[in-house]
C-alpha cells in the first residue's frame, strides 16, 4: 500500500467492499411493485431507478476535529498533516509520496513540501473529499 492510500484510507476511512446503494425510483414515477402501463417497448418499459450517490468527506472539518489538530499547523504543512493522520512524516515518506504523486525530483526544500502538500490536497478533492479551494492553488 503506498503513502497516498494510508493518507486516503485515514481521512475517508478504509476501502471496503462498498454495498450497492438500494434503487431509488426517480420523482413522479410510480412506487415500487406498482406496474407501469405497458407501451410494447421493453426500453420504454423499464423502470427507471437511480444509485444514490456516496456521501463525499468534508477533508477540513474531518481533521479539524482528529485529536492534535489545534496543535498542528497541517493546513499548510505536508509535515503536520502526515503527522496529524499518523502517517510517517520522514524525508523517505514524503519522497515516496511525492514520487507517487507524479515528483521524481523531490528533495524536501520548503518549496517541494508546498508543493506536495498542495498536490496531496488536490488528489484528495479527486477522490471525492471536499477541500477548500485555498489549499488547492
Do not use: C
Request: charged content about 30%.
Amino acid at each position: 500500500m503506498g503513502i497516498f492510500s494510508s493518507i486516503k484510507d485515514a481521512i475517508f476511512g478504509k476501502d471496503e467492499p462498498a454495498e450497492k446503494a438500494p434503487p431509488v425510483a426517480k420523482p413522479g414515477t410510480a412506487p415500487a411493485g406498482t406496474p407501469a402501463p405497458k407501451t410494447g417497448n421493453a426500453w420504454a418499459d423499464a423502470p427507471v431507478v437511480e444509485r444514490q450517490s456516496i456521501d463525499t468527506v468534508d477533508v477540513e472539518n474531518h481533521l479539524d476535529s482528529m485529536p492534535g489538530a489545534d496543535r498542528l499547523n497541517w493546513r499548510t504543512s505536508i509535515v503536520d498533516l502526515l503527522k496529524l493522520i499518523n502517517v510517517d512524516s520522514d524525508y523517505a515518506s514524503r519522497k515516496a509520496l511525492a514520487s507517487e504523486l507524479g515528483r521524481e525530483d523531490y528533495e524536501g526544500s520548503a518549496e517541494d513540501n508546498v508543493w506536495l502538500h498542495r498536490r496531496t490536497m488536490r488528489e484528495l478533492a479527486a477522490h471525492g473529499g471536499k477541500v477548500p479551494p485555498e489549499y488547492l492553488d
